[in-house]
C-alpha cells in the first residue's frame, strides 16, 4: 500500500455511488477515486467519466486485481455483499459496504471473518453516524436535556415507485423496506438506548406482486423497561423522524439520516418551551470514506465496524423472524 | 320519569364531575343536576354547594333511591364501576360512567347485560368521541385526503405525581396507566381504523412501588395489514398526539382526546405542503351529557354504548394478557 491517499476502487455504477459516495471521496481528506468496476464495462466508463475516473473495469474481478487500488467501496444490492466483501477482502481490500451489511446475520458473521483473516479493514456504510445532530443528541440525553431515556419513536417511510428494475423491490436481490429503512429505524434505536434490545415484537406485509417486505412495525424492548417503536413502509407516504423521550422532555428531529444538502434541526421540548438547534448540510458520505482511511492508516476505529455490523444483523433477523412466527422474539445479550 | 329534563346525579364527588362533567351537566340542554352523593355526606354537601345542586346524599344507595333522579354520572375509580353500575341500573337509573369502562371484559358484559335487563340507557364516558376534530378526521380518511389509511402513531403520556392518594395509582382500585391513558390510545385507534385489530402485541411495565402499570406499548395490527404504535405513560414527558398515516398524507392532531378550553387544530401533511384547520374550543362533557339525554328520550343512540364498550375492553384485556405473557394476542372477530 502506498503511503499517500487512500486509493478507492467503486464495485458496480449504482446510484448512491455516482451521487453520494463518489463524490464524497472525491471531497475526502485522505481518499483519491481511482477505478469503478461494473458488470458492463461500457457502463463502468460511462460512470468513470462522468466522475472524472482514471479507470474503469469491466468486471468486478479485474478491478480487485488492480494492485493500485487500496479500498472497495460495495453499493451492491444485499444479496451480493457477502460474496463480494469477501471477495475484496480476499483480495486484501479494506472495504466500505452499504447497508444492510448481508441477508443475515450468518453471512455477516463469514464477512467480518474473512475481513479479520484477511488484515482489512471494514466499515458498515450507515453515513447517518457521522452526522453531528447523533452525536448531539447522545450528549443531550447525557446531559439530563429530558431526563431518563425512556422510549424511541421513529419512521422512515416513503412511497415506491413499483418499477420491476429497483433492486429494492427484488427478492433475489434481497431487497424489501426493512433492510433499505427499517436498518435505519433499528439502528438508531440501537445507538441512543446505548445496547442491544432484549426482545422484539414485529410485523411485516410482503407486497403480492414483487414479494419483498413493502411495510413493517417493531416494538423493540430494551434494558431498564425502556421501549422503542419503528415504523418502516414504502407504502405510506413520506415519514422521517427520530422522537427521543425523556422523563423531562423529548428530542425531535425531521430527516434524521438522510438530509443531503439540507440544513436540519433538533428540536428540545421540555415542560420551559421547545429550544430548537440547527445544523448546516453535512456531507456523511465524505465522513464514512474519511473515517475508513483514517482507520486504514490506524488512526481511528471504523465507527460501524464488523461486530457492530453483526449486532445490527442480529437484530434485523430477530424482526423478521417476530414477524414470520407472529412471536416475540429474545436476543441473546 | 318525568317529561322534562333529564334529572341527574353524580355518584362520587371526584375532581373530574367537579370540574367538567358536573358543569357539562349545568350547560347541558336536556339535562339538570339534581343531586350529587359521597361516601361521606360532608363532602357531598360541600361539592352540592360548590356546584349549586340542590341535594347531596351520603351513601350512593341514597342517590340511587331517589325516584327523581333519571340518570346517574359514575365517575369511581374503575374497580368499582361494575358494583356501581349494576346497583344503578337495578335502580332504574340510566348511567354514564367514566372510562376504563370496567376492570375486565366479563365485568363489561355483566355491566352492559344489567342495564339492558333493567331497560336504561348506558353510555361509556369517552368524551373525545364527541369532538368534531375527530369527526372531522373522518371525513377526511373516507374522502382520501391522505390516499388509503395504513397507519396509526398515538401517544398519551405524562408524569404522575407519586401521590398514594391517587386513585390512579392504586392497585385495589384498578389503577394504571392503560386504564388511564392506553385506553384512548386503543380507542382513538379502533375508531379511525374502523374496527377490531385482529391481533396485538404489548409490553408493560409495573411501578415497584404501587405495583399498578406505569408505562406501556401496544402494536395493533388490523384487517387489510394496517397497523397502530401506541404509547402510554406515567413515566415519560407530557405526549399527547394522533397521527393517521396514509399512502399520500398524514393528519396530525395535538392534544387529540383531551383540550379543555383550548383551540386544537388538525394538520394534513401531503406532499402539496401543509394545510391545518383549525377547530375552536369543545365542551365534549357537554355533549355527553346531551347524547345520553337524547338516548333516553328515544332521540339519538349513545355513541359509545354497552357493546362498543365491550369491545374496547376486550382489547385492553388483550393488551394486558400479550404484556403479561410475552406473546402477540389474537383477538376474535
Redesign the interface.
Known amino acids: 500500500m502506498s503511503t499517500g491517499p487512500i486509493r478507492w476502487g467503486i464495485i458496480s455504477a449504482a446510484r448512491i455511488a455516482r451521487r453520494s459516495v463518489g463524490p464524497g471521496i472525491h471531497k475526502a481528506r485522505n481518499g483519491v477515486l481511482r477505478a469503478v468496476a461494473s458488470r458492463s464495462l461500457e457502463r463502468a466508463r460511462e460512470f468513470a467519466a462522468e466522475l472524472e475516473i482514471p479507470r474503469a473495469y469491466g468486471p468486478y474481478e479485474a478491478l480487485l486485481a488492480d494492485p493500485e487500488i487500496d479500498a472497495v467501496y460495495i453499493p451492491l444490492p444485499t444479496s451480493l455483499h457477502h460474496e463480494w466483501v469477501i471477495a475484496a477482502a480476499r483480495a486484501g481490500k479494506h472495504v466500505l459496504v452499504d447497508k444492510p451489511f448481508a441477508v443475515d446475520a450468518t453471512e455477516a458473521v463469514e464477512m467480518v471473518d474473512a475481513c479479520r483473516a484477511a488484515g482489512v479493514q471494514l466499515l458498515e456504510g450507515f453515513m447517518y453516524r457521522y452526522d453531528p445532530k447523533h452525536a448531539r443528541l447522545r450528549e443531550l440525553v447525557a446531559d439530563g436535556a429530558?431526563?431518563d431515556l425512556?422510549?424511541i419513536?421513529t419512521?422512515f417511510?416513503f412511497?415506491i415507485t413499483r418499477d420491476p428494475a429497483n433492486v429494492r423491490l427484488s427478492t433475489e436481490l434481497a431487497g424489501g423496506a426493512l433492510g433499505d429503512l427499517g436498518t435505519y429505524c433499528v439502528s438508531v434505536s440501537r445507538l441512543h438506548m446505548g445496547g442491544e434490545p432484549r426482545?422484539l415484537?414485529?410485523?411485516m406485509?410482503d407486497d403480492p406482486e414483487f414479494g419483498v417486505d413493502f411495510?413493517g412495525?417493531?416494538?423493540l424492548?430494551f434494558e431498564g423497561?425502556r421501549?422503542a417503536?419503528v415504523?418502516f413502509?414504502f407504502?405510506?407516504?413520506?415519514?422521517h423522524f427520530l422522537e427521543l423521550?425523556?422523563?423531562?422532555?423529548?428530542l425531535r428531529v425531521d430527516r434524521h439520516v438522510l438530509a443531503p444538502g439540507e440544513s436540519t434541526s433538533i428540536e428540545i421540548?421540555?415542560?420551559g418551551g421547545t429550544v430548537t438547534e440547527l445544523f448546516p448540510p453535512f456531507d456523511s458520505y465524505q465522513a464514512e470514506v474519511e473515517n475508513l482511511g483514517d482507520a486504514i492508516r490506524g488512526e481511528a476505529a471504523p465507527l460501524v465496524d464488523g461486530d457492530e455490523a453483526i449486532r445490527q444483523m442480529r437484530v434485523l433477523d430477530a424482526v423478521r423472524a417476530s414477524a414470520r412466527r407472529?412471536?416475540?422474539v429474545a436476543l441473546q445479550s
Open positions: 429530558i431526563g425512556r422510549q419513536n419512521a417511510c412511497p426482545r415484537a414485529a410485523r406485509t411495510d412495525n417493531a416494538l424492548e423497561d421501549a417503536m415504523a413502509s407504502t405510506t407516504s413520506r415519514r423521550v425523556g422523563t423531562e422532555g423529548t421540548q421540555t415542560v407472529g412471536k416475540w
